[in-house]
T-cell receptor, first 115, second 116 residues
């Protein structure tokens, strides 16, 4: 079936570092991908909608300059956390729908820890 | 704006028994999808069951079934013959059916414990 691959699964880095997370659709083309953030014991909150060939749409309260999203191809979207700080530590997860009416497929998530 | 509410932060059930997780939502749309996702400790998001709002018949997937009450905007999940592997966080989610690819709106989640 359709699969979404997310990499890396776990990142630990120093404060001030920029971190890039990749989300790939393996056997389907994804013109749209979604990026969620999940803090411990909380729900998934949508950060932004990634659109192939155009600018991402960010949810209210999400800093565009801090969370850079690039969707340069039909199979790859990237989220870059720029100048990361400890408060950015969280679980980031992407998803993509194979087709408009089909359920989204989720990546396995990235655990980001900023020291 | 649409909202999803799960009023049970935690639930527990004995193995082989039945448990029902509650979910209510608010929307002005008539066409949408509702989902239940399971998130085990691995944090993978696993689709449990899906319901199209235009379908009156409640969805079922093996031991999992829903009670979809459109007028009441209620979408509960029943797990029958509970198994130890059912222990996880369960999220109810809403997705609009209009306008192409749409985001999921999640409830706060219910943590289900299964006791042997």
């Amino acid at each position: 079936g359709a699969v979404v691959s997310q990499h890396p699964s776990w990142v630990i880095c120093k404060s001030g570092t920029s971190v890039k997370i990749e989300c790939r659709s393996l056997d389907f083309q994804a013109t749209t991908m979604f990026w969620y953030r999940q803090f411990p014991k909380q729900s998934l909150m949508l950060m932004a909608t990634s659109n192939e060939g155009s600018k991402a749409t960010y949810e209210q309260g999400v800093e565009k300059d801090k969370f850079l999203i690039n969707h340069a191809s039909l199979t790859l979207s990237t989220l870059t956390v720029t100048s990361a700080h400890p408060e950015d530590s969280s679980f980031y997860i992407c998803s993509a729908p194979p087709r408009g009416t089909q359920p989204q497929h989720f990546g396995d998530g990235t655990r980001l820890s900023i020291l | 704006a649409q909202t999803v509410t799960q009023s049970q932060p935690e639930m527990s059930v004995q193995e082989a028994e039945t448990v029902t997780l509650s979910c209510t939502y608010d929307t002005s749309e008539s066409d949408y999808y509702l989902f239940w996702y399971k998130q085990p400790p691995s944090r993978q998001m696993i689709l449990v069951i899906r319901q199209e709002a235009y379908k009156q018949q409640n969805a079922t997937e093996n031991r999992f079934s829903v009670n979809f009450q459109k007028a009441a905007k209620s979408f509960s999940l029943k797990i029958s013959d509970s198994q130890l592997g059912d222990a996880a966080m369960y999220f109810c989610a809403y997705r609009s059916a209009s306008g192409g690819y749409n985001k999921l709106i999640f409830g706060a989640g219910t943590r289900l414990a299964v006791h042997p």
